[in-house]
C-alpha cells in the first residue's frame, strides 16, 4: 500500500462565495470551518487545514503529516492495508466511484476557470508514481490536466535558479498538473551526490516553501503525496526491471549507487 505523508493546499479569499456549484465552491465548503468563513479576520490568501475526507470505507487521514510535524518512516507501515475495509470487488467499485468523482471535480475546475490544482508525487526508485498517474487519473479530461516529469537538469536549466524548471510547468487556472518527481528533488538528489554546497542544498527549504507560498496566494490548490514502500519491496522491483526485458531500460547502474546513497539518507525506512 502506498502510504500518504503530506496533504495541504492553499484557499484565496474563503469570505467571497461566487461559484456556488463550481470547483472553488467545493473546495471552500470543505476546507474551512463556519467560524472562520464568517469571521472579518479572516485574510486574503489564507492558508487553511483541509478536511480531508474520503467515500466509502476509506480512512487514510491518519497518514496526512500536519506543518511541523515530524516524519519517521520507521513508524509508517508501507504494507499497512487497513486504509480500507473492503476486499476484491469492493476495492474495483470503490476506485470506479473516486475516478468518477475526480472526473466532475477536474471538470468545474476547468469550466470555472479560476483556481489551479497542483499534485506533487514524490517517491524513492520504484516507488511508483507513474502507476499512480495512470490508475487515479484514468478517465479526467486531458484537455485540462498536464503531467510534468523532472529528470535530470538540462543545460539551460542549470543556468538558472533550481525552481526555474518547475515554475515553467504549474498550473494556469482551470488547470491540473501532476509532478512526476519535484522542485524536492533539489533538497535530496543534488544533497545525496554532493553536487551544491551545504549552504545552497540548505537554503533550499526556504526557498521551496517561498515558491509554494507563492503559488497558494496566487489561487493554487496544492496536494502532496509521498508514496512510501520498503527497501526489500524496492529491491523486489529494481530486480524485476532486470528480469523483464520491456523493464529493463528503467534500471542504470547510476540510478543504482544513487538508491544506494539515499537509503543512507533516511535511517529511518523500514525494510
Known sequence: MYSLLNLSFGIADPTNHTAPLGFEYYVRRR???????????????????????????????R????????VHLNKV??????????????EREESKKLNERLRELQEMLYAEHKMKVLVILQAVDTGGTDGVIHRVFEGVNPQGVQVAHFGVPTPEELDHDF?????????????????NRSHYEGVLVER?????????????YREINDFERILSEEDTLILKFYLHISKDEQKKRLEERLEDPTKEWKFSSAGAETLGRVHDSLPGRPH
Open 192 to 204: 545525496v551526490h554532493k553536487l551544491v554546497p551545504e549552504e545552497v542544498w540548505r537554503r533550499r
Open 63 to 70: 497518514y496526512r503529516i500536519d506543518p511541523g510535524e515530524e
Open 31 to 61: 476546507s474551512v470551518s463556519p467560524e472562520l468563513e464568517n469571521s472579518a479576520k479572516t485574510p486574503k490568501n489564507s492558508l487553511v487545514d483541509y478536511d480531508f475526507r474520503m467515500t466509502g470505507d476509506l480512512h487514510v487521514g
Open 77 to 90: 507501515d508501507p504494507d499497512d492495508t487497513s486504509g480500507f475495509d473492503g476486499k476484491g470487488q469492493d
Open 163 to 179: 525552481l526555474w524548471r518547475h515554475h515553467k510547468r504549474v498550473p494556469g487556472k482551470g488547470e491540473l498538473v501532476i509532478f
